[in-house]
């Protein structure tokens, strides 16, 4: 008993130092989440009509280039290699290829973008490197190819269905998510140089911050979250940007993607649970999580008030 009391004013110590931690964790990460999601609320932007045609688009002679045009007809897709044939699933490759004929098409390797980046963005070659998740890097490597030379970029899970040369007179074209409040980074379009990726790649180093939840980080880092805090900020400053947002409904018209999530950790797949459940899952993980602490608390209490008396 002696022993023990003599630890036990650092037992207490350390469980309020715990408790501290928690509340910084779980602040940051909810700052995150609530920054991130404040998505494209309150934006300006170009929208596109919706379509419904879902056809795969057929080789056809492709329409000459327009003196309007700002945005580069070059497609970029990047990978592991230069070859694509370790890729687990089906490479839309081909298909880009066949669908642009007219684009000039690159496939740029780990190894090509790494260079890029060190040779040509010092400022976030550490901030790349440093990330502990590829998708981090892919997410990165993704927003520099297309400031660095201008044109399209799309997941190698992304299959054209339609030419989208129409939207080429824009300064950058971005995909909204399914309500319509969010950006998407697995195919998007934009000049070369534009200044909203100039701020974007700006960001990079405030934003490469440590947070407890992995999913979160990714998002916040590099992914979603960033690039909605990008353009909004930006387009707050800069409404007279010429930014084209379509639709979820428009863009699986003009491009299917296979969202397979193969990045996604446990942590990732609980979040989505709780997406994809209408917040249920929240009450069903959270509510058994509270009651086991307030339970916990309450039993420290009265053993502390039982050994005062």
């Given amino acids: 008993m002696i022993m023990?009391?003599?630890?036990?004013?650092?037992?207490?110590?350390?469980?309020?130092a715990f408790l501290l931690v928690v509340v910084v964790c779980v602040g940051q990460v909810l700052y995150c989440v609530v920054e991130g999601t404040k998505g494209l609320k309150g934006i300006e932007f170009r929208d596109t009509p919706t379509t419904t045609n879902t056809d795969t688009a057929a080789p056809a002679p492709p329409p000459p280039p327009s003196p309007t045009e700002r945005i580069p007809r070059k497609?970029?897709?990047?990978?592991?290699?230069?070859?694509?044939?370790s890729y687990t699933i089906e490479s839309s490759q081909p298909i880009w290829r066949s669908v642009y004929p007219d684009y000039e098409y690159k496939l740029w390797s780990d190894a090509d973008i790494e260079e890029l980046i060190r040779v040509n963005y010092p400022g976030i070659y550490s901030d790349y490197i440093s990330y502990p998740y590829n998708i981090q890097r892919a997410d990165i490597a993704r927003y520099v190819l297309l400031y660095h030379e201008g044109g399209m970029y799309a997941d190698l899970d992304a299959f054209p269905r339609q030419r989208i040369d129409p939207w080429l007179d824009?300064?950058?074209?971005?995909?909204?998510?399914a309500d319509g409040n969010s950006i998407s980074n697995h195919w998007f379009m934009t000049e070369k140089r534009s200044p909203l990726f100039a701020y974007l790649l700006a960001s990079v180093h405030k934003h490469n911050i440590w947070v407890?939840?992995?999913?979160?980080?990714?998002?916040?880092?590099?992914g979603p979250f960033f690039m909605d805090k990008a353009v909004r900020d930006y387009k707050r400053d800069h409404p007279e940007y010429d930014l084209v947002a379509i639709s979820a409904e428009s863009t699986n018209s003009y491009v299917r993607h296979i969202a397979g999530r193969s990045w996604h950790g446990a942590d990732a797949k609980f979040l989505n649970e709780v997406y994809d459940a209408n917040y249920k899952t929240i009450a069903q993980f959270f509510g058994p999580l509270v009651l086991l602490v307030t339970l916990a608390i309450f039993v420290v209490r009265k053993r502390r008030i039982r050994r005062e008396f």
């Fill in 75 to 85: 497609i970029h897709q990047i990978w592991k290699t230069n070859d694509t044939s």
């Fill in 170 to 177: 824009a300064q950058s074209v971005l995909v909204r998510t």
């Fill in 212 to 222: 407890a939840v992995p999913y979160v980080r990714v998002f916040w880092s590099t």
């Fill in 4 to 16: 023990m009391s003599r630890f036990r004013p650092i037992l207490k110590y350390l469980f309020c």
